[in-house]
């Protein structure tokens, strides 16, 4: 399966691209990357992806339209989308602190996809793939990793031993290891 023309790792975003980037990062969780793809076109189709086209919308509106694509919790997530249809941070120069603390629904690993792919900057996004990894990894090698910080620094040394770029090794344990590869 190929990424998503929204999901460019290292790509050239527009201004609204970041606003429709940050919808697919919102959307991001707890679903299959096919699921979060074609929930994203829904959204498109219905002028959703982008903080001006939310902000004509009805919760509810956002709802059916998830609801219609068979996402998962989509009265959660459509809140989610429609607070940041109101949200005025800025997304060219939001740091990673800044992004968790506030848009609802982005955590850690959500706010390094984000910066990873719009931005380049060298964050792990540590899905429930790579921190399997991670885990089997540290465990070889006798290290206790508590923190998403420290299972980041770890992942970033694992791929320097193996001369990969961290977004390198990230998306080979992606591509190797998501549902929809099996």
């Known amino acids: 399966m190929t990424l998503h023309q929204i999901d460019k790792p290292n790509g050239k975003y527009t201004l609204k691209e970041l606003d429709e980037f940050m919808v697919f990062c919102i959307l991001d969780t707890a679903c299959t990357y096919k699921m979060v793809c074609n929930t994203f076109d829904e959204l498109r189709r219905n002028n959703m992806t982008t903080r001006r086209g939310i902000r004509g919308k009805t919760l509810g509106q956002i709802?059916?339209?998830l609801q219609f694509a068979g996402y998962r919790f989509p009265i959660q997530h459509a809140k989610r989308i429609k607070a940041f249809g109101d949200n005025p941070i800025n997304l060219k120069t939001a740091n990673r602190t800044e992004l968790v603390k506030n848009i609802n629904g982005i955590g850690l690993k959500?706010?390094?996809?984000?910066?990873r792919n719009t931005r380049g900057e060298d964050h792990a996004v540590l899905d429930v793939h790579t921190l399997r990894y991670v885990d089997k990894m540290a465990?070889?090698?006798?290290?206790?990793l508590k923190t998403y910080f420290e299972k980041e620094s770890f992942f970033k040394?694992?791929?320097?031993k193996q001369g990969k770029t961290t977004m390198?090794?990230?998306?080979?344990?992606?591509?190797k290891m998501r549902v929809?590869?099996?």
Do not use: M, P, T
């Open 63 to 65: 709802r059916a339209r």
């Open 139 to 144: 465990k070889k090698s006798n290290v206790l």
């Open 157 to 160: 040394k694992l791929a320097e």
């Open 110 to 115: 959500l706010a390094s996809f984000f910066l």
């Open 180 to 182: 929809d590869n099996k």
């Open 168 to 175: 390198e090794l990230d998306l080979e344990i992606w591509q």
